[in-house]
Structure formats: structure tokens, C-alpha cells
């Protein structure tokens, strides 16, 4: 079964740090460009950042540049989101997601997880 | 950044009836070296994760039904829900893929009438 698994989320306070993991299975981890997604709570969906397939190149929303940072361990099939400098408003749901397509063609989200929710409060 | 603006915010449907949500984008996402649009509806139902339904504006996803259906080039796009189901009470957002950062609508809330 196609499958990702999120973990890592969790409280912590403003200006803390947190490391999830978005673990893959079902599928060649190491041949799709991966995203991470957030959804604050009652809130919609917000593109954070993504990573190519061997992890060479990266990109983030303006709103996480310099705090977040993606990364993957493709022989682990393993996506990461590190953040530091967090800020009530990073409290969210964090999807990780795979971008459908194994080419350099764009695609959408065609597999999801289900999520894990980070909560930066004092 | 691309904007991404749905309408309506929620509606309430019939079973049976149909369900149509609108979605307009800033500029266009009508890719003219392949003629596609970079565009997709996606659903999420409550207390779960989104699920993909439509790509490159009307192409539905595997196992998706066909009371789903995505229309629209350029910078107007409709998904259409032929006959609500039960099942299908979700929150709906568009999305567009053609650049970074990618984006979505404000999510269109879906209910029985």
C-alpha cells in the first residue's frame, strides 16, 4: 500500500525548535519530488516548502525561509521538516505529500498523509 | 504569487442535486508549450487528509466517480458534482501547480440541504 506516515509534531514554545519525519512505503521513495503542506486549525491549505528527488534542490514559502529547512534520506525513504524560530502562527497541521509525476513535468498531490499537528505555545 | 479565489464559500445541495464550485486564478495557467492547464481540485473530508480528485483542470483521478467532472482553461475553472452523494460532504479547494509557491483556494465547505 501506497502510504506516508507523519510524526515529530507536537508543543512546544515560541522560538523552539521541532524535527518531523514523513515516512514513505509502497512506493520508489527516491523518484518524487516531496512537499510538506500546512493547515492551521479551521483554516485552509498552505503550500511550505519543497524538495527534489535527491534532495539537490529546495524551495519555501516566504513565510518559512531562513527557519524551516526540507530535507529527505532517500535510503531511509524518510522526508524531514526541520523548524526553528517558531511562531504561534506556525501552529498547524503538517501534510507531508507526494507529488504525483515521476518527471520533471509539474503535478499535484496525489498522495497525502495524515498529518501531524504542531502547536507553538507558552 | 498566483491568488486563488473560490466561490462559493459553502453551499448546501440536495442529495441527488447538483453542486457546482468556482475557482479563479490571478494570471493563467494555461502552459503553452504542452496546451494544459496546471490546475486541480482536491477534497478533504472531515478529519482526514485531502485526497486528490481532478488534475490538469478535468482529468479525473484513479477511482474517482464520474459525478465529478473539472472544467475551465486559463484562469476559470468549475468543478461540477452532478448528483451529491451523502458521502461527498467535504470541504473542496482548488489549486494551481504552474508556480512557485504553489497555491490554493480558500476552500469551499460542501453540505447536505
Redesign the interface.
Known amino acids: 500500500e501506497v502510504q506516508l506516515v507523519e510524526s515529530g509534531g507536537g508543543l512546544v514554545q515560541p522560538g523552539g525548535s521541532l524535527r518531523l519525519s514523513c515516512a514513505a512505503s509502497g512506493f520508489i521513495f527516491s523518484s518524487h519530488w516531496m512537499h510538506w503542506v500546512r493547515q492551521a486549525p479551521g483554516k485552509g491549505l498552505v503550500w511550505v516548502s519543497r524538495i527534489n528527488t535527491d534532495g539537490s534542490s529546495t524551495t519555501y514559502a516566504d513565510s518559512v525561509m531562513g527557519r524551516f529547512t526540507i530535507s529527505r534520506d532517500n535510503a531511509k525513504n524518510t522526508l524531514y521538516l526541520q523548524m526553528t524560530g517558531l511562531r504561534a502562527e506556525d501552529t498547524a497541521v503538517y501534510y507531508c505529500a507526494r507529488r504525483g509525476m515521476t518527471t520533471v513535468t509539474p503535478f499535484p498531490f496525489d498522495i497525502w498523509g495524515q498529518g501531524t499537528m504542531v502547536t507553538v505555545s507558552s | 504569487d498566483i491568488v486563488m479565489t473560490q466561490s462559493p464559500d459553502s453551499l448546501a445541495v440536495s442529495l441527488g442535486e447538483r453542486a457546482t464550485i468556482n475557482c479563479k486564478s490571478s494570471q493563467s495557467l494555461l502552459y503553452n508549450s ?1 496546451n494544459k492547464n ?1 490546475f ?1 481540485w ?1 477534497q ?1 473530508k472531515p478529519g482526514q ?4 480528485l481532478i ?1 490538469w483542470a478535468s482529468t479525473r ?1 484513479s477511482g474517482v466517480p464520474d459525478r465529478f467532472s473539472g472544467s475551465g482553461s486559463g484562469t476559470d475553472f468549475t468543478l461540477t458534482i452532478s448528483s451529491l452523494q451523502a458521502e461527498d460532504v467535504a470541504v473542496y ?1 482548488c ?1 494551481q ?2 508556480s ?8 469551499t465547505k460542501v453540505e447536505i440541504k
Do not use: V
Not at chain 2, 49 to 52: G, H, N, T, Y
Not at chain 2, 100 to 107: A, C, E
Open positions: 504542452d496546471y486541480a482536491y478533504q487528509s485531502p485526497k486528490l488534475y483521478e479547494y489549486q501547480y504552474y512557485i509557491p504553489l497555491t490554493f483556494g480558500g476552500g
